[in-house]
Structure formats: C-alpha cells, structure tokens
C-alpha cells in the first residue's frame, strides 16, 4: 500500500471517498501480518494523520466558496486558508477533546426558529468563522441585473462580514440590500431586503462571554452557495443539531430521506426519472424554467 497516495486521496475528495478511502485503510490494519509490528505502527501513524482529515467535511487545501441571494443584490465570499490554520469549532463541552474539528462544519439544525425563518424542514448552513467571510452589496437604489451581477468582478468591492454585522455599524446599512432583524436576544439573522433570500444567522458579539475565548462564528444557509460548488460531494451536512427537539417525522425525514416520495424530472407529476424529457424542453423554456444547468439522472 502507498500511504502517500492515500493520504492524498483524503485531502483532496469528497466525504464518500474519504470513507471509502478510510475503509481501505482499517482493511490494511485487518489484514496486517501479525508478526509485522512495524507495518502496524505505520498503520497507526497513518490513521493518525487521517482521522483528523475524515472529520471536516471541506477539502484542506485553501478554497474559496462563494454565494448569495437569489437577485444577486447580495454576494458573499469565504475564503478558506489550508485546514491546519482554520479556527478549531468552539462548540463543544469545555474542558472535552473532540479531536481536530475546525470550521467551517455542515450542520443541519432542528429548531423552531431556523425551521420557520428559512421555511424549510431542516435548515442547512456552514458554521463559520466570521474573520473568513466577505460581502458585497448593492446599494437599494440599484436594481441587480441577475446576469451581470454573477461576475463579481463588476460588483461593489468586498468588505469584511464582521464590519457590517457589529450591532455599532449595522445601523449604517440602511443604503443597501442587506437587511437584518434580531429573532432572538442578541441574535440576528440576515437576508436581501430585495428578494427576502435568508443569507445568514450570527450572533453579536457580546452574546458569547470574552473569557471563552471564541471566534466570531456566522452560519451562512447552505442552499446561498453557487451551484457549481454545493454540487460537492464535501458540501454534504456531517451534524444534525437540536435533535432532542426535532419533530419526530421530519427529523426521520433529514436523516433518511424521503424514501416512500416519487420522484419527477421536472414538475410535472405524471413524468418519471426514466421519461425521455428532451422533446419538452420548449415548453419548459416558455414556462420561464432555468435548464442551463447539470441534469442528473
């Protein structure tokens, strides 16, 4: 076995080969001569460097994700330095190992508030930290072009997440798209006053005690990110939170699908995944649907 190749796979694949890739491994330690204690203690070492790689659920290289509201009003960037300089995840019991998890982590959270403010069953987002995010915003005397505002080259510049999100200078945004309302003490959740896309939720910085030692820490709704990159297989959720409170259906339904559900290629109840659609796709066009992007069988 090349542990080399290995670790590579890791580092640069989606979660499904990362677990593939892990299997491989515990299949090596199985299967290790017993007599052999040096291939065993190499197993070892190599399981080390890997199981801190099998518990973030983004690539380790540096990366950059982007995303933002449906009318394009509001864009935002993270930029993501190589894993062993992210911030470690602060939530956890104090005092607790958890191993080397860093954000940003894929949650998807069971409560009644995010429930009901992204009007969806199971709200989906990235846990990160606040220091790695970017806006851009349009100014509410601008009507986004939905085509040009993509390259955000052409855009008002980015400026830092926290410089706009700080209780003492979101005051000041009352020019642009970006909107907010505190649907908890001392937490705010922000969306695009001009399409009413929910971007984020964050709290201030005086929710969380100074002696705790904690990043700022922003959840950004996962469904906000451009397609080409939510269509990652390391953009998957690897924690399910509130659980304790979840209604009991729908979180059957986050954790295991919607097995018993039909499904359709389109919107058209009478058509199945294995219709040929092509001969509709004049009729899909006139009905103002996007087709320009990846089909999946």
Not at 74 to 83: K, N
Not at 84 to 108: E, F, K, M
Not at 270 to 285: A, G, R, S, V, Y
Request: aromatic share 8%.
């Amino acid at each position: 076995m090349n542990m080399t190749a290995h670790i590579f796979t890791l580092k640069s694949s989606g979660s499904s080969l990362r677990k593939k890739s892990f299997a491989v491994a515990v299949r090596w330690v199985s299967g290790a001569n017993s007599k052999d204690f040096l291939a065993i203690h190499q197993c070892s070492l190599l399981l080390r460097v890997l199981l801190p790689i099998l518990t973030m659920p983004f690539p380790s290289e540096p990366l950059v994700l982007r995303g933002g509201c449906n009318c394009k009003a509001v864009r935002w960037r993270m930029s993501l330095p190589d894993a062993s300089q992210r911030v470690a995840n602060p939530y956890h019991t104090p005092g607790t190992d958890i191993g080397d998890v860093r954000l940003p982590t894929a949650v998807i959270c069971h409560c009644d508030a995010c429930r009901q403010a992204m009007g969806s069953l199971g709200a989906y987002g990235f846990t990160s930290d606040m220091a790695t995010l970017e806006l851009s915003i349009l100014p509410r005397a601008t009507i986004p072009d939905r085509e040009k505002s993509k390259d955000d080259e052409t855009r008002p510049p980015f400026v830092p997440a926290a410089s706009l999100m700080d209780g003492t200078t979101a005051a000041g945004l009352s020019d642009l798209w970006l909107m907010h309302y505190e649907s908890s003490p001392q937490r705010n959740r922000w969306f695009c006053g001009r399409c009413g896309t929910q971007l984020a939720i964050a709290a201030s910085k005086e929710a969380v005690p100074v002696e705790w030692g904690w990043p700022r820490v922003v959840n950004i709704w996962a469904g906000t990110m451009d397609r080409n990159l939510l269509e990652n297989d390391w953009c998957r959720p690897d924690h399910i939170m509130d659980c304790s409170i979840a209604i009991p259906w729908i979180r059957d339904f986050v954790k295991n699908g919607a097995k018993d559900a039909q499904e359709h290629p389109f919107i058209m109840i009478d058509w199945h995944m294995t219709d040929d659609f092509k001969p509709h796709i004049e009729m899909l066009n006139q009905m103002g649907m996007n087709l320009n992007v990846t089909m999946w069988k």
